[in-house]
């Protein structure tokens, strides 16, 4: 398990994503309402660079909605460059395909600093790890 | 060194032609290639708003959707063949062929002789600025359906010219269909010059069938509709009007409809032409047969559930030399050729739709062999 250093928390804006490499492993951290989210940077639709895309929100209609168009989840839908695919950045669940998820590592704050940890897949792929 | 043959193919050890790559040409570009009048269009319409694929008079795509943030489905251009050679260099593609961006909308324009001028100027375009062997960019010679005299005449002045691999259909807006008698004279052409004809659509909702769709709401019904049901419409009036059998050298290639349509077409049409023969008085053998010998590019690649389903696809229609692959970068909804190379193919299937079946039938340059 390695402790990779991201940077200072309160320069991480929201839809701003800090990036940080460790070996060939490319990895963004978002700021969220609650806190920070730690995910690969790679689409597993096709592999592309999923975290340079933007963070926005999402077009719904459901019963909830009484099957009118909504606009929902704004500031926490990271939309893939290459396809559009959209993640949910709380959970880091694709939306409408919860099947699919980014990889997810967890996220630390220490003394005003923010840390990832790089892990085996298995643990670091829960899908909340907040800080 | 041979690589070894237990280890899965990778992008490295194949050779990798993409079928369907797009440059994008704006107005104050072919601007110096038209001639006058059109010259001073051109100049206008490069000095006015430009929207993605969107000029009004030049790539008319009467977009009625209200946008939402940060939609915007990709809206990547590709303006220049070193630009081209260096992101098809990060896609580990070695040969592309080239479409336009902006003028797959060209069939959609009544002012005829503003269309063959438009043609003439894209051809010379690519011939002065794209196309070389030595950066694997070759050209899909861009026919005018509105005047195919002047389309047959391009043909033959580009087909002389080795770095011209193709013709290039317009299917978006088209009328009448590409089995119309009209269009003979580019059929002639191109067979006499040795050119595959390529079929190529684009999203567009007006003004013809299949794509009179201004009434649709959704993308996700427009899309496949502008795009599939378009090359089988077309496919069908070509098998009926003969094209295959009065132009019997001559390849035909379908791009960006993906594979899963072709067994549709071939049993549909064979059990028309059992109840009805006379609707297709050209043919000396059941449709089905034509369509096999025909070629299919795979973007977009179809992702079934179960990936091995689509090499069940593929045997339907005896595809196997048959699918050739395709990205249609840098557009929205490209394929990257890993995504193809990764599904459940065996080895020789691979290397055929990845590059081998293109390379013979655009009679490209045999590869250095990879390591």
């Not at chain 2, 990709?74 to 063949?81: E, I, L, W, Y």
């Amino acid at each position: 398990m390695a402790r990779i250093r991201v940077g200072p928390a309160d320069e991480i804006r929201p839809g701003q994503p800090a990036f940080v490499t460790h070996g060939e492993i490319e990895i963004a951290v978002f700021r969220l309402d609650d806190g920070f989210r730690a995910y690969r940077n790679r689409c597993p639709h096709q592999q592309g660079p999923v975290c340079t895309g933007p963070v926005s929100g999402t077009l719904v209609a459901t019963a909830d909605t009484d099957w009118r168009l909504a606009w929902v989840l704004e500031g926490r839908v990271l939309i893939c460059p290459w396809h559009s695919m959209e993640f949910d950045l709380d959970t880091g669940r694709r939306i409408r395909a919860q099947s699919e998820r980014l990889r997810a590592f967890p996220v630390e704050v220490e003394s005003g600093q923010v840390f990832v940890q790089v892990g085996p897949r298995s643990a670091a792929s829960a899908a909340r790890q907040r800080a | 060194m041979t690589r070894d043959s237990r280890k899965p193919l990778g992008l490295d050890d194949v050779f990798i032609v993409d079928c369907d790559v797009h440059a994008n040409e704006p107005p104050e570009a072919l601007a110096p290639y038209i001639d006058m009048p059109w010259r001073r269009s051109l100049e206008l319409l490069g000095r006015g708003p430009q929207r993605y694929l969107d000029i009004p008079g030049y790539a008319p795509i009467l977009n009625l959707d209200p946008p939402f943030p940060d939609r915007g489905l990709g809206n990547r251009t590709v303006t220049s063949a070193r630009q081209m050679r260096d992101e098809l260099d990060e896609l580990s593609i070695d040969v592309g062929i080239l479409f336009p961006d902006n003028l797959l909308k060209i069939a959609v324009f009544p002012h005829v002789d503003y269309a063959a001028a438009l043609g003439r100027a894209y051809n010379a375009w690519l011939a002065d600025a794209w196309v070389s062997r030595e950066t694997g960019l070759y050209g899909a010679v861009l026919a005018v359906p509105q005047d195919p005299k002047d389309a047959a005449e391009q043909i033959r002045t580009y087909g002389a010219d080795d770095r011209f691999v193709a013709v290039y259909l317009p299917v978006a807006g088209l009328r009448p269909l590409w089995g119309d008698r009209m269009y003979d004279p580019i059929y002639e052409a191109a067979e006499e010059m040795g050119l595959p004809v390529m079929l190529h659509s684009v999203g567009i909702i007006h003004p013809h069938f299949p794509f009179n769709l201004e009434h649709v709401e959704s993308r996700i019904v427009r899309h496949p509709i502008n795009h599939e049901f378009a090359l089988m419409a077309n496919l069908f009036t070509m098998i009926a009007n003969g094209v295959p059998v009065r132009y019997p050298d001559l390849e035909i290639v379908f791009t960006e409809g993906g594979v899963s349509w072709v067994p549709f077409c071939m049993w549909r049409m064979d059990k028309e032409y059992a109840e009805i023969p006379t609707g297709a008085p050209f043919l000396e053998r059941p449709p089905s047969e034509y369509i096999k010998e025909m070629y299919y590019c795979t973007q977009p690649i179809e992702e079934p559930e179960r990936a091995r389903d689509l090499v069940t696809m593929i045997d339907l229609f005896d595809g196997r030399d048959k699918v050739i692959f395709a990205s249609d970068w840098p557009h929205h909804d490209f394929d990257h050729p890993r995504k193809v190379l990764n599904m459940p193919f065996d080895a020789q299937l691979k290397r055929n739709i990845m590059g081998e079946t293109a390379r013979r039938l655009f009679k490209l340059p045999v590869p250095v062999p990879v390591a």
